[in-house]
């Protein structure tokens, strides 16, 4: 009996098994595990008994319901931290033994215990333990293995290789590199690597397969409206553009940098502008359309009022931001072809 409803993901209105959800159904039903709150073999003596009549409804042979949360009114009232709250995190002691001892001290009622550290100094106590480093590098020790033996094989993958083979191979070694370590759900450190090789390893895998290791750029060529061509630049599928920017072009991509942080600049000192004075009494809210046309035919038609001097200074720094604007759009455009 596998009670396995907890285990999907929230797509919208639809709940769907991810890859480790999927991967510990099989595992447990293959190797008929008994796991607590998840799955149980099942004697036939125990569905045919008459407390169950054969009902074979999951809930009555695997108990999925989470412990309930004791309220504590005396440690609420008096002060304290219940041992038993402590008890309910013994995986972890079992590891860091000498780190609850760090944190936590008796209690001058029995049953209870009290922090020894700040709140607010928890967190770096705790990264900073020794037994917690420990822990980390034990961990981290397992998965710098896997991704030694693992960069092997990637490198080793050619063309005409089978990409499915490669990621079943890799992430079992993964799933089984994790699998011991305590406090670790290697499912979940198997998602990791499956969600990625769903968002962007697979197709690099089956271009490898299909090419080999050629990463041939292409012109983006696009047909607008008219049906005229448009050449919009080049992207290589297997070598990301950016990557091929960093490498070679790093002086190029600097200057573009600088011109687009000037840009941004020059567009928000504008909408900045067009939203203080764009209201319906603001000078540039009583124009038909905030358009340099307008801007232009208002000006003209108050040059010589004495009295529109603020208002003049407005439309002036509105031409001027829009012009700046424009002209480091045609900047970028042409040092980005």
Request: net charge negative; hydrophobic share 40%.
């Amino acid at each position: 009996m596998i009670d396995a409803a907890k285990g999907f993901a929230k797509d919208g209105a639809k709940n769907r098994l991810r890859e480790q959800d999927i991967h510990r159904i099989v595992d447990t039903f293959t190797r008929q595990q008994d796991v607590p709150g998840y799955a149980r073999l099942v004697p036939f003596a125990e569905i045919a008994d008459p407390k169950n009549d054969y009902n074979l409804n999951l809930p009555r042979y695997v108990d999925t319901s989470e412990p309930e949360d004791v309220q504590d009114i005396g440690g609420h009232l008096h002060g304290g931290i219940p041992e038993r709250d402590l008890d309910a995190l013994r995986p972890y002691w079992e590891v860091m033994p000498g780190l609850q001892a760090i944190l936590f001290a008796p209690h001058d009622r029995p049953g209870y215990v009290q922090l020894r550290v700040p709140v607010g100094e928890l967190r770096t106590t705790i990264l900073g333990h020794a037994e917690f480093e420990a822990f980390q590098a034990k961990a981290s020790s397992h998965f710098q293995g896997w991704r030694t033996d693992t960069a092997t094989r990637l490198r080793a993958f050619h063309k005409g290789a089978h990409p499915k083979v490669l990621i079943a191979e890799i992430a079992e070694s993964l799933l089984a590199a994790f699998r011991d370590v305590p406090l670790v759900n290697a499912y979940d450190v198997y998602q990791h690597l499956m969600a990625y090789w769903a968002d962007a390893m697979e197709d690099d895998a089956y271009l490898i397969a299909a090419d080999g290791w050629a990463a041939v750029p292409a012109r983006v060529i696009e047909m607008d409206k008219k049906g005229k061509s448009k050449d919009k630049g080049w992207a290589c599928d297997l070598v990301p553009k950016t990557l091929v920017v960093a490498r070679y072009f790093a002086k190029h991509q600097t200057v573009i940098d600088a011109v687009q942080a000037s840009l941004d600049e020059a567009t928000a000192a504008l909408a900045e502008l067009e939203e203080e004075h764009g209201a319906e009494d603001g000078y540039l809210g009583a124009l038909d359309k905030i358009a340099k046309a307008d801007v232009n035919a208002r000006l003209r038609e108050i040059r010589r009022d004495r009295d529109a001097h603020d208002e003049i200074t407005v439309l002036n720094q509105w031409i001027e931001l829009t012009d700046k604007e424009a002209g480091l759009k045609r900047d970028l455009r042409d040092k980005e072809a």
